[in-house]
């Protein structure tokens, strides 16, 4: 999803920095993320509300 912060998006996406994406929806994240996460990958997901059911939605994504 878009920050709402004012971050450096070139400076975040150098070669020598961890690789990003942003996401303009919840669905495209899931799809995402199901289509390039590797057996024995961990996915780190740090919210303070549901993020429309992310989670769940991620595990069921996952083992389809």
């Known amino acids: 999803l878009r920050p ?7 400076e975040c996406n150098k070669p020598d920095s961890v690789s990003i994406k942003i996401c ?3 669905s495209t994240l899931i799809k995402d ?3 390039e996460a590797k057996m024995n ?5 740090m919210s303070n509300s549901g993020f429309e059911s992310l989670h769940e939605k991620l595990v069921y994504a996952l083992s389809t």
């Open 4 to 10: 709402k912060q004012d971050w450096n998006i070139e």
């Open 24 to 26: 303009d929806s919840i």
């Open 41 to 45: 990958d961990h996915i780190v997901i």
């Open 33 to 35: 993320l199901a289509k």
